[in-house]
T-cell receptor, first 113, second 113 residues
């Protein structure tokens, strides 16, 4: 049972344009969501998070949107840069649980120069 | 400051052997997580420690897998009677408290031949 899903395995975007990465979840108890970026041979690096009490969180070029009714979140990167090329994972946890984070399968973003 | 350190970075072992993977978390981080990542997949939760105790070990696949954190800092993941299906990257992460972003190490790539 995949509780966190990233249905797009890959995405290509032109440099300077917006990248939109999507994530869906099934567990309504999830209340804390994070996005991670991963380069080859490195561990995932934290990018941005959002609590379920908010519907938007912004940090520089990165914005995360949360739609609780649709159980959907998205990461917007604007403007996209070649250095953003990596695999992006969304993750979710439930405060009512044991704080373990469930990860999606990832989306490989390629930003074309 | 120093990040999460995992040793060894690579481990090749024969089927049936015993292996130990070590994780040094960021100093002062009370929460420590082990994940496993197979090719093309997202990190899969194995076990989570809060202090010295395992708060959630529901992700350990079977009784060949065991993890300890005796002094609330360094953790060791132990795998007995390794199988080829255990081949993966084993990721360790720590965080300063529950429901905080995880800081990952670069992982140990385990290959069982």
């Amino acid at each position: 049972d995949q509780q966190v899903k990233q249905n797009s395995p890959s995405l290509s975007v032109q440099e300077g344009r917006i990248s939109i990465l999507n994530c869906d979840y099934t567990n309504s108890m999830f209340d804390y969501f994070l996005w991670y970026k991963k380069y080859p041979a490195e561990g995932p690096t934290f990018l941005i998070s959002i609590s379920s009490i908010k519907d938007k969180n912004e940090d520089g070029r990165f914005t995360v949107f949360l739609n609780k009714s649709a159980k959907h979140l998205s990461l917007h990167i604007v403007p996209s840069q070649p250095g953003d090329s990596a695999v992006y994972f969304c993750a979710a946890s439930a405060a009512s649980g044991t704080y373990k984070y469930i990860f999606g399968t990832g989306t490989r973003l390629k930003v074309l120069a | 400051g120093a990040g999460v350190s995992q040793t060894p970075s690579n481990k090749v072992t024969e089927k049936g052997k015993y292996v130990e993977l070590r994780c040094d978390p960021i100093s002062g981080h009370t929460a420590l997580y082990w994940y496993r990542q197979s090719l093309g997949q997202g990190p899969e939760f194995l076990i989570y420690f809060q202090g010295t105790g395992a708060a959630d070990d529901s992700g350990l696949p079977n009784d060949r897998f065991f993890a300890v954190r005796p002094e609330g800092s360094v953790s060791t993941l132990k795998i007995q009677r390794t199988e080829r299906g255990d081949s993966a990257v084993y990721l360790c992460a720590s965080s300063p408290s529950q429901n905080s972003p995880l800081h990952f190490g670069n992982g140990t790539r385990l290959t069982v031949t």
